[in-house]
């Protein structure tokens, strides 16, 4: 039988319809939920990205200040300008689009965000308590597909699942979440280094691609009934797509619906969810703390 779709547009809005409720509340007491965005360069993949996560962000009701900044901005600048909205009241969330210029160092930048506004999850003390189980933002994607999993009628507890990418804002986090003991999978993480890939993703009951490579994993690598999720957002060059690209995923979904139980479609996916799990981590950082 061919795998159900996990469809992430649906749970997404119906995140977002309960987190523009949320936010309604906010503001009658006076706070309005508000991101900083900021974009060096014009990269259109983070054009997009950005623009999406605006117009999410506005939908919900909350705000965002857009900071667009030139490709030959210094990185003095942009510290100086994160260190005025660390301490600007009336900013909630700091996000900085990446990648950044090649000469801009991105741990320096992640860094100096204050970890209370760190809505992207990605600054090293989020990490650290993400590893560790304790409480602090959660990386977006990897937070969103935690939320599809946990939406099917399939136990994590115990469950094989194995990681294709170890990337610091999909894969590694992932998988660090998956093994934590409120979830407890067990995890394998595959990456470039990985002998045998193949035989390790037959073994998966839960199997997520986060490496990049359009329709890298096959039907072949799919074991009867398992979870397939594919976080991979690729571009390939279509000429008879409109733009010229269409957007294909990691995973070779033709074969591998024939295969799972439950399946991502790309897009419609891991995608929606990325921002839903944005814009909540917004709403955490601007709600009173007692
Ligand atoms: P990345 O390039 O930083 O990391 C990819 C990882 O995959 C690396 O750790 C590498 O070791 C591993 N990898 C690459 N090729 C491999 C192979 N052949 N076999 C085994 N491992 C391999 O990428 P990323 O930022 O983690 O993103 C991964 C994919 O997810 C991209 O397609 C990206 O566009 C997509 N993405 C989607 C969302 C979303 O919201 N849906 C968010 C972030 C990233």
Do not use: W
């Not at 946990?150 to 610091?168: F, I, K, Q």
């Not at 891991?270 to 703390?289: D, F, H, S, W």
């Amino acid at each position: 039988m061919p795998a159900a779709i996990i469809d992430g547009k649906e749970t997404a809005r119906k995140i977002r319809a309960g987190i523009g409720v949320r936010a309604a509340t906010l503001r009658k007491e006076g706070i309005f939920p508000c991101l900083a965005v900021i974009l060096a360069g014009e990269d259109p993949a983070s054009l997009s990205y950005v623009g999406a996560k605006e117009k999410a962000l506005a939908e919900a009701g909350m705000e965002s200040r857009d900071i667009r900044l030139p490709q030959s901005v210094g990185e003095g600048e942009l510290l100086s300008l994160i260190d005025q909205l660390n301490r600007d009241p009336a900013v909630h969330g700091i996000l900085v689009q990446l990648p950044l210029p090649r000469h801009i160092r991105e741990d320096k930048v992640i860094a100096a965000i204050d970890p209370a506004k760190d809505v992207d999850g990605f600054h090293p003390f989020s990490v650290g308590s993400l590893v560790l189980g304790q409480p602090g933002f959660l990386p977006c994607t990897p937070h969103g597909v935690l939320t599809l999993l946990r939406e099917l009628p399939v136990p994590l507890a115990g469950a094989h699942a194995v990681v294709v990418g170890r990337s610091n804002i999909v894969g590694r986090p992932l998988a660090n979440l998956l093994c934590r003991r409120d979830i407890n999978a067990t995890v394998t993480l595959c990456h470039t280094g990985t002998r045998n890939l193949e035989d390790i993703c037959r073994e998966a009951d839960i199997l997520i691609a986060a490496a990049g490579k359009p329709g890298l994993v096959s039907g072949a690598m799919v074991r009867e009934g398992a979870v397939v999720i594919d976080v991979g957002v690729n571009r390939v060059e279509d000429p008879a797509a409109k733009k010229g690209y269409r957007l294909r995923g990691d995973v070779d979904f033709d074969s591998v619906a024939e295969k799972a139980a439950y399946i991502t479609p790309v897009p419609g996916g891991v995608g929606p969810m990325t921002i839903a799990m944005l814009l909540q981590n917004v709403l955490i950082a601007a709600e009173p703390k007692n």
